[in-house]
């Protein structure tokens, strides 16, 4: 690379975009990010694009998508593939209602449990320990049905 100024190292790349160094190496496995050469004797140099590449990784991530999700991503031209990126971020959609209709039977589950703790003065065990010793405590309040 000519231009060594604008070039990076790979702890200045991953200090550039918020990561470890070994963040970095975990993408290049994972064919994320491209591995520069290394030339003889000499350190291998990362540019602007691979900044701009793994800053795209993490703000997939922000949004859910996993690394596999991500590597189908990446090479989606700009408004050239949206049919794809959208099918991609639909699925996506789809997980995280899903995910909160999860978190909000947990809420209730929690809720219930703790009104339960607050109001058990004449009860030996406390309900929420015995929810979870049942291994099943959104079962034993009915959040979820048991077939």
């Keep these: 690379m000519n231009h060594r100024e604008n070039a990076l190292t790979i702890g ?6 918020g990561v ?5 190496r975990f993408y290049q496995r994972r064919n994320l990010l491209r591995e520069p050469p290394r030339p003889p004797g000499g350190i291998r140099y990362y540019t ?3 900044i701009a590449r793994v800053k795209f990784i993490k703000s997939a991530q922000r949004l859910g998508f996993c690394l596999d999700e991500i590597l189908q991503l990446l090479p989606l ?8 990126a959208a099918e991609l ?8 209602r899903a995910r909160l209709q999860d978190l909000r039977r947990v809420e209730a589950t929690l809720a219930n449990l703790l009104e339960q703790c607050r109001q058990g003065e004449e009860k030996v065990a406390c309900p929420l320990i015995a929810a979870l010793h ?4 959104m079962r034993v309040l009915g959040q979820v049905p048991t077939s």
């Design 12 to 17: 200045r790349l991953a200090e550039a975009v």
């Design 77 to 84: 031209d700009e408004g050239m593939q949206c049919d794809s």
């Design 48 to 50: 602007v694009e691979d």
């Design 134 to 137: 049942a291994d099943k405590p």
């Design 20 to 24: 470890n160094v070994e963040t970095v």
């Design 89 to 96: 971020a639909a699925q996506r959609l789809d997980d995280v």
